[in-house]
């Protein structure tokens, strides 16, 4: 069962409908004991960093047991944030910190913030999710982005003025700063792509 984790930050019927649309069943959750069973973690989300860190307060133990035990795990947008130490949206606030790394906001020079819209990918890595994918349109809407200490684990970047990070991935850990049930069929291959990094798919 794939559960996408319901912590009160998260356009949740949206990603739920993604997945819907490939033929996956999606179960919405605030119960840790459902998480627990899941085969795959999702993590969606909109909003601040630091209030979606309040809000996953209760969340964190199990997600980070979820990826230690190889489990497959998705986040999207601000749940590909949170996925880091921390964020200059609310300094002093601590993310999973299941990658080294900080979120940083996009220079503005003459353009618009947020970065919203359709925009194109550079893949820069290998990444199981992105099969198929190349230089193709995705749908953003964020005003920050991530700056991991390793870049070795972005896998695609886009440009909107500098280069900004457009998806990451390590072992069993995807995230993308896109949304891909948003972004037509290519998006859709990329839910297609995370559902047979599932074992028991």
């Given at each position: 069962?794939?559960?996408?984790?319901?912590?009160?930050?998260?356009?949740?019927?949206s990603?739920k409908n993604?997945?819907?649309?490939i033929?996956e069943?999606?179960?919405?959750?605030?119960?840790?004991?459902?998480?627990?069973?899941?085969?795959?973690?999702?993590?969606?989300g909109?909003?601040?960093?630091?209030?979606?860190?309040?809000?996953?307060?209760?969340?964190?133990?199990?997600?980070?047991?979820h990826?230690?035990?190889?489990?497959?795990?998705l986040?999207?947008?601000?749940?590909?944030?949170?996925?880091?130490?921390?964020?200059?949206e609310?300094?002093?606030?601590k993310?999973?910190d299941?990658?080294?790394?900080?979120?940083?906001?996009?220079?503005?020079?003459?353009l618009?913030?947020?970065?919203?819209?359709?925009?194109?990918?550079?893949?820069?890595n290998?990444?199981?999710?992105?099969?198929?994918?190349?230089?193709?349109?995705?749908y953003f809407?964020?005003?920050?982005?991530?700056?991991?200490d390793?870049e070795d684990?972005?896998?695609?970047?886009?440009?909107?003025?500098?280069?900004?990070?457009?998806?990451?991935?390590?072992?069993?850990?995807?995230?993308?700063q896109?949304?891909?049930?948003?972004?037509g069929?290519?998006?859709l291959?990329?839910?297609?792509?995370?559902?047979?990094?599932?074992?028991?798919?």
């Open positions: 069962m794939i559960v996408i984790i319901n912590y009160g930050s998260g356009n949740l019927k990603i993604g997945f819907t649309k033929g069943e999606t179960l919405i959750s605030q119960d840790i004991r459902e998480m627990e069973k899941a085969d795959a973690l999702v993590l969606p909109v909003g601040a960093f630091g209030t979606a860190m309040e809000h996953l307060e209760n969340y964190k133990d199990i997600i980070h047991e990826i230690n035990n190889g489990k497959p795990f986040g999207v947008c601000l749940g590909l944030q949170v996925l880091f130490t921390k964020s200059q609310n300094k002093g606030v993310g999973l299941i990658f080294k790394g900080e979120v940083v906001k996009i220079p503005e020079e003459g618009k913030i947020p970065h919203m819209g359709w925009n194109n990918l550079q893949i820069v290998e990444c199981s999710i992105l099969d198929g994918i190349e230089n193709d349109y995705m809407v964020h005003s920050y982005y991530a700056k991991p390793d684990i972005i896998a695609a970047t886009t440009n909107y003025g500098i280069d900004l990070t457009a998806a990451v991935c390590r072992d069993n850990v995807f995230a993308t896109f949304h891909p049930e948003k972004s069929e290519v998006g291959n990329i839910l297609k792509n995370f559902v047979k990094s599932i074992p028991s798919k």
